[in-house]
Nanobody
Framework: QVQLVESGGGLVQAGGSLRLSCAAS????????MGWFRQAPGKEREFVAA????????HYTDSVKGRFTISRDNAKNTVYLEMNSLKPEDTAVYYC???????????????WGQGTQVTVSS
């Protein structure tokens, strides 16, 4: 098992930047693919970005390509989401999650953090 704790959310103006972090417990962090998801009020949770176990492959939903960057530091048991050029429609609770399967296989994400709120004002 792995436990996940997100941080770095907050209130930012449109066009601004935030960096989310997700710290994982346990010694097996590098055995998990990691992903970021978000859920806006009244909407279903959606996939945002994912990264493979050693960080050589990354994937993004179309709406964040070119603006968000996912990365990981296996020595620090941490995955990051760098968010630039933020838009009001990026407002959501952001969750990190861990998968024992392929990083693009959303149903395999079984371990979730508690979420961190990101609010982008216009």
């Amino acid at each position: 098992q792995v436990q996940l704790v997100e941080s770095g959310g907050g209130l930012v103006q449109a066009g601004g930047s935030l960096r989310l972090s997700c710290a994982a417990s346990g010694r097996t962090f590098s055995s998990y693919a990691m992903g970021w998801f978000r859920q806006a009020p009244g909407k279903e949770r959606e996939f945002v970005a994912a990264i493979s176990r050693i960080g050589d492959n990354t994937h993004y939903t179309d709406s964040v390509k070119g603006r968000f960057t996912i990365s990981r530091d296996n020595a620090k048991n941490t995955v990051y989401l760098e968010m630039n050029s933020l838009k009001p429609e990026d407002t959501a609770v952001y969750y990190c999650a861990a998968s024992a399967g392929h990083e693009r296989d959303v149903p395999t994400y079984k371990y979730w953090g508690q979420g961190t709120q990101v609010t982008v004002s216009s």
